[in-house]
């Protein structure tokens, strides 16, 4: 016979608490205290908590300082933003043109640069401008359409912003003229209005125009992608322009941006190539955001 030890007596020990919740039923408390189920994490049947990262942002200025609370804001302060900025810019191209086209044609070489310049620098100083900071400093209908196919600027916005910034153009424009006169009428001022040369056909030219937007589509999707690369992202498209405009200007005209033209052209009386310029850059930036897409580097787009 094997002798076994008397079993313990059981004591009772209270059960745990039973606590009442919003669905009627009863829910056991854990017998640590109240606080220790909060310490314990979820449960086996927990599930992953709603996304909560950044959704699309409204393009480039923005990006520079986003903190945890930053988002787009509403659209129209957003979209008077980008109007205003447009004319601003096209205001001084104008004022640049008429200054630099002057009666000394040794100097004609080096117009394309020094405008380059002065673009891309306005370009960058106005992304980074608190007006920039709020709108996104696009001021480019193909950089607006880039963005959306990129997958950071909702494409609900792609037409006000450049309806916004196409008016802001005629705006600026129409400004130079009232403050300098009838000298930016007249040849070879003509509003600032881009011109290809003779040599470049319709069709040259809108492979230009798509091919530096299909490029600058790229350098977004790459410099949007890290933080570092927004910071710089602004002067990465000031000098990207500079170039454009020293290089190409004197060839299909280095525009690369439908606003750039729209409002020159218009006032100028210089349509018979607007189309070229409107449409060209549209198409770059459409395929840039897709070989974006081919390479991982594009979100989706909303």
């Given at each position: 016979m094997?002798l076994t030890?008397?079993p313990?007596?059981?004591?009772p ?8 919740t919003?669905?009627g ?6 017998p640590?205290?109240?606080?220790a189920?909060?310490?314990?994490g979820p449960?086996p049947?927990?599930g992953?908590?709603p996304?909560?990262?950044?959704g ?5 200025g ?8 930053a988002g787009p804001?509403p659209l ?9 900025l ?8 104008v004022t640049?043109v ?7 044609p040794?100097a004609?070489a ?11 620098t306005?370009?960058a ?6 007006p920039?900071?709020?709108?996104g ?7 607006s359409l880039a963005l959306?196919?990129l ?6 916005e792609?037409?006000p ?15 130079a003229g009232?403050v ?9 001022v003509r509003?600032?209005s881009v011109?290809?040369d ?8 809108l492979?230009?125009?798509a091919?530096?937007l ?10 949007l992608?890290s ?6 992202l ?7 322009t ?8 004197p060839?299909?005209g280095?525009s690369?941006?439908?606003a ?11 349509t ?5 310029y ?6 770059g930036a459409?395929l840039?955001?897709?070989l ?5 580097l ?5």
């Amino acid at each position: 016979m094997t002798l076994t030890p008397a079993p313990e007596p059981v004591v009772p020990r209270p059960g745990p608490e039973i606590r009442p919740t919003a669905t009627g039923h009863r829910a056991p408390e854990s017998p640590h205290g109240p606080d220790a189920d909060a310490d314990a994490g979820p449960g086996p049947d927990a599930g992953p908590g709603p996304d909560t990262g950044p959704g699309p942002d409204t393009g480039l200025g923005r990006d520079l300082d986003l903190g945890p609370d930053a988002g787009p804001g509403p659209l129209l302060p957003r979209a008077v933003c980008e109007a205003a900025l447009t004319a601003l810019l096209l205001f001084l191209i104008v004022t640049a043109v008429r200054w630099l086209v002057g009666p000394d044609p040794g100097a004609a070489a080096a117009r394309p640069a020094v405008l380059g310049a002065v673009v891309g620098t306005l370009l960058a100083l106005f992304m980074v401008s608190p007006p920039g900071r709020c709108s996104g400093g696009h001021l480019n209908p193909a950089v607006s359409l880039a963005l959306w196919r990129l997958g950071v600027f909702p494409g609900r916005e792609v037409v006000p912003y450049a309806v916004a910034q196409l008016a802001g153009s005629v705006f600026g424009v129409w400004c130079a003229g009232l403050v300098w006169g009838p000298v930016t009428a007249r040849p070879p001022v003509r509003h600032a209005s881009v011109r290809a040369d003779p040599a470049w056909g319709d069709a040259a030219v809108l492979a230009a125009e798509a091919g530096v937007l299909a490029g600058s589509t790229l350098m977004l999707a790459v410099l949007l992608a890290s933080p570092g690369g927004r910071r710089v992202l602004p002067y990465a498209v000031g000098l990207t322009t500079a170039l454009v405009i020293g290089v190409l200007g004197p060839l299909s005209g280095g525009s690369a941006n439908p606003a750039r033209q729209f409002g020159p052209a218009l006032l100028a009386g210089d349509t018979g190539r607007l189309w070229v310029y409107v449409l060209g850059p549209a198409l770059g930036a459409v395929l840039g955001a897709w070989l974006a897409g081919r390479t991982g580097l594009r979100r989706t787009a909303g």
